[in-house]
């Protein structure tokens, strides 16, 4: 009864490719997130949706782009994937916009050849 | 520099040590949130709050909104802890999650 799932785990593709990453949560929360993690392990925000409307897009290029097709969905696909885009991506979600404490998923690590 | 920055990077301690990670920010902001990173990679949030105190089994959290500073102490460590403690701060233009870059704790036997 995983709270936050991610899949895949590990996703391993040529520079150019097109990919998705899924993420669903049964907690009930209105608000999913997507963080990207670098190699230096430093966390940044991608997106925030709230009930299925985008509310945070950081500096984020376009080939990046997230659907939320219900509030327990936020999946993320990525065109023309390029070597910089390595890294581990996080899905998260909690109750609300509030302050709530957020659950992670277990990370997607995404390396380009 | 980066808005939220904890110290120290790394840690290394010894099995029954009382352990402190400082953060300190320099914006505004709603909460901070202390979370753990373990080897494997799943992050765990610990501790969520805006003023005081929290304690949770051997974990207590501390902020001080004056001084923007919040600290993470471990008391009787254990190498189970080993883990990368991150500090994040809701605050900001976009009221969005700004993570610090993390401190590595090593817990010896």
């Known amino acids: 009864d995983t709270a936050v799932s991610q899949t895949p785990k590990y996703l391993v593709t040529q520079m150019g490719n097109d990919k998705s990453i899924k993420c669903e949560q049964n907690?009930?929360?209105?608000?999913m997130y997507w963080y990207k993690q670098d190699s230096k392990k430093f966390l940044k925000i991608m997106f925030s949706?709230?009930?299925?409307?985008?509310?945070i897009n950081e500096t984020v290029p376009n080939r990046f782009s997230p659907k939320s097709p219900d509030k327990a969905h936020l999946n993320l696909h990525i065109n023309s994937l390029e070597l910089g885009d390595s890294a581990v991506y996080f899905c998260?979600?909690?109750?609300?916009?509030?302050?709530?404490?957020?659950?992670f998923g277990d990370g997607t690590r995404l390396s380009i050849l | 520099k980066n808005e939220v920055e904890q110290s120290p990077q790394n840690l290394t301690a010894q099995e029954g040590e009382f352990i402190t990670i400082n953060c300190s920010y320099s914006?505004?902001?709603?909460?901070l949130h202390w979370l753990q990173q373990h080897p494997g990679g799943g992050i765990v949030s610990l501790f969520m709050?805006?003023?005081g105190k929290k304690k949770h089994g051997r974990l207590i959290a501390t902020i001080n909104i004056q001084e923007k500073h919040s600290s993470l102490h471990i008391t009787a460590s254990h190498p189970r802890d080993s883990a990368v403690y991150i500090c994040?701060?809701?605050?900001?233009?976009?009221?969005?999650?700004?993570f610090g870059t993390g401190t590595l704790l090593a817990v010896q036997p």
């Open positions: 907690l009930g929360h209105d608000t």
């Open positions: 949706y709230n009930n299925k409307e985008l509310i």
């Open positions: 709050l805006s003023s």
């Open positions: 998260a979600s909690s109750l609300g916009t509030a302050n709530q404490p957020q659950h």
């Open positions: 914006v505004g902001i709603s909460a």
């Open positions: 994040a701060v809701r605050g900001g233009a976009t009221n969005k999650l700004i």
